[in-house]
């Protein structure tokens, strides 16, 4: 699913979760402005589901029928955008709320206070009242299906998968056919009537109860025993020296009683009863007095995000990260004068022809990598042949070097790395493993590690001290395309031949988390700071913020079909595979590009870091050193 284009209108980005006829999926909408984020849920019955095909559509319809009924017109029930068949598919498509469900709460080893759990049913019960009120009863209230959304606190009732509509004339509903002997729900959240099929509306209210027992004492439902003198659930035990307040336990115990006609019967005299309780805060207040706000942003959901190619005019920055904005200050300062064009300055014949090219970041050597395996490195900008190092491994598909400009890494069709030292020419190590040929090579800021990555899906890190692999990564069924280390220590970021980018914890070895964005090959990877990457692709460029996890940036299309690209902490340099080259500058809150000249197509070019060098090798069989000016670029 991931990367599909449904109806021609909801990209899918990445799958949120698995039920028992459906899965979920984040998407966004090419057809509305600025592409919001939007749920498609995907019509899917499980290998091991009773449930028969019939039946699983028969809900699926129900549950859209439903979120168009209640979501239109209650602002704590997502809105339904869509309900559409696509190749004998069925699809839901609704609005995403952008925030963390109540499992991240007993994730994160907290429990509701007195005052937080009379605040979050002041908050849920007017919804449960709603959709009672037109007759439905959701039938699966659990913290996985209740969403805080982040920018206000307020709490949204999702999944109307189970969802019933009451009779008219009756109390309770029951469904039809085979449906009948199923169970709808989730153990230890239902009332007895529902394991019967059978539900009404204080169903809801039952589940509800046990909802907020469960987050008070972070015991699971499921293990609270019945009292045997007074039926009652015996759950108070499990509260620990918490002290809640009386009255409130007396709700919570009408709440859950095991038998509907003991429990509420209409949340109106739930809020009641709490209205009469002493004032609280409200749950807006709560949630930023705790330590949720803390809780949440380590525990966010990944919120992969993407841009559609079609129909896009100027590309904006995301109105809330504030990141973003930092991004474009950095590069507000206009470049050294120039008459945007190149100026050659060295014109240097070779007897080889060049596969790979790479400049030192000291801005002072050029390295090129010749068919015949000799690594030669030249002097910047006279151009003089400085040493030549010759190579007994495949061709060259690869090459960098390391920040404090003293290792040369070239990774080779063969399945092997070796590292030189820049200096004395001497070869260090000779790095092997792969079963494919090795695509990105990286060396850490701090010139102690290496990774190479492959064609076999392999990541392989190094110490570079010892030469002792001290890790494998593996990307299942798919090839690395770009690799790079992040700015925080243990991190590291990779390209895939399948589009998706992966963050990785490398003390750990394990993939913290994947962007899906891109709609062709990722080539390139920059890291700007401890917070942002750049990814070039050929079909544009994006920006990506780590720490809130989203897309706050599509370059235009102008940066599409990048063959390289270099960034530094003023401006950002691409090459095109028509040999168009620009410098991307800030202008009216956007990065705008400038051509900076013109090469020939199809070549192998190599930036400098501070962006006054470009090196070329064209079919020719010439080396062409130029100096990039710019300064007319405003």
Not at 256 to 270: G, K, L, T
Not at 515 to 520: D, N, Q, S, Y
Request: charged share 20%; with cysteine.
């Amino acid at each position: 699913m991931i990367g599909q284009l449904l109806t021609g209108r909801y990209l899918i980005l990445e799958k949120l979760g698995v039920g028992g006829f459906s899965e979920t999926y984040l998407a966004r909408d090419k057809y509305l402005p600025r592409h919001p984020l939007c749920v498609v849920k995907y019509l899917k019955l499980s290998s091991s589901n009773e449930i028969s095909p019939e039946v699983a559509q028969q809900l699926f319809e129900n549950e859209a029928r439903l979120l168009e009924r209640l979501g239109r017109d209650y602002a704590q029930i997502p809105t339904l955008f869509a309900y559409c068949h696509e190749q004998e598919q069925m699809y839901l498509v609704q609005e995403y709320v952008e925030g963390e469900n109540l499992d991240s709460y007993l994730a994160g080893g907290k429990r509701l206070t007195s005052k937080a759990a009379i605040a979050l049913l002041l908050d849920l019960l007017p919804v449960l009242d709603y959709i009672h009120s037109h007759r439905v009863v959701h039938g699966d209230i659990k913290p996985s299906n209740l969403i805080r959304r982040r920018r206000d606190g307020r709490v949204f009732l999702i999944d109307f998968g189970v969802a019933c509509l009451l009779p008219e004339t009756q109390s309770s509903a029951k469904l039809d056919g085979e449906a009948n002997s199923l169970v709808m729900g989730t153990p230890g959240y239902m009332p007895d009537e529902q394991h019967q099929g059978i539900s009404q509306s204080n169903s809801d209210l039952y589940s509800l109860g046990i909802l907020i027992i469960h987050l008070l004492t972070r015991v699971h439902p499921r293990q609270f025993q019945q009292n045997p003198i007074s039926g009652n659930l015996d759950w108070q035990p499990h509260l620990g020296k918490q002290i809640l307040e009386p009255k409130l336990i007396k709700i919570l115990d009408h709440l859950v009683q095991p038998q509907c006609r003991d429990r509420y019967q209409q949340a109106s005299e739930v809020l009641a009863d709490l209205k009469a309780l002493p004032k609280t805060t409200s749950l807006q207040q709560w949630w930023k007095s705790s330590k949720w706000q803390k809780l949440t942003s380590q525990l966010a959901v990944p919120m992969a995000a993407m841009l559609i190619m079609g129909g896009l005019g100027a590309q904006y920055f995301s109105s809330h990260s504030k990141q973003a904005t930092s991004l474009i200050s950095q590069l507000k300062q206009a470049l050294p004068q120039s008459n945007n064009q190149l100026t050659m300055l060295r014109d240097l014949p070779v007897q080889s022809e060049v596969d790979r090219l790479v400049i030192a970041p000291n801005n002072q050597i050029l390295v090129t990598a010749g068919s015949n395996h000799v690594l030669s490195l030249w002097s910047l900008p006279n151009g003089t042949l400085l040493k030549s190092l010759s190579s007994q491994v495949g061709k060259v598909t690869t090459l960098t070097i390391s920040k404090n400009s003293k290792f040369l890494a070239s990774g080779s069709e063969d399945g092997t790395v070796q590292v030189w030292n820049i200096d004395s020419g001497q070869l260090l190590h000779t790095f092997g493993g792969h079963q494919k040929s090795v695509t990105a090579v990286a060396i850490s800021a701090d010139a102690r590690k290496l990774v190479s990555g492959s064609e076999d899906g392999t990541l392989r890190c190094w110490d570079l001290q010892t030469g002792i692999r001290q890790r494998t990564l593996k990307i299942p069924g798919a090839a690395v395309t770009a690799v790079t280390y992040g700015i925080a220590p243990g991190s590291l970021i990779s390209a895939s031949s399948d589009r998706q980018l992966q963050v990785w914890n490398l003390r750990t070895g394990q993939l913290q988390r994947t962007f899906a964005g891109h709609t062709k090959a990722i080539v390139d990877l920059e890291v700007a700071n401890d917070h942002t990457l750049f990814s070039f692709g050929e079909d544009r460029g994006l920006v990506w913020d780590l720490d809130r996890e989203e897309l706050v940036l599509a370059l235009p299309e102008d940066s599409a079909k990048s063959v390289t690209a270099s960034l530094n902490d003023r401006t950002i340099v691409t090459v095109n595979s028509n040999g168009n080259i620009r410098v991307w500058v800030r202008k009216a809150g956007q990065l705008v590009p400038k051509k900076a000249g013109t090469l020939s197509r199809n070549l192998d070019v190599a930036l400098s870091p501070n962006h006054h060098y470009l090196a070329n090798w064209s079919a020719d069989q010439r080396l062409r050193i130029w100096q990039i000016n710019a300064s007319n670029i405003q």
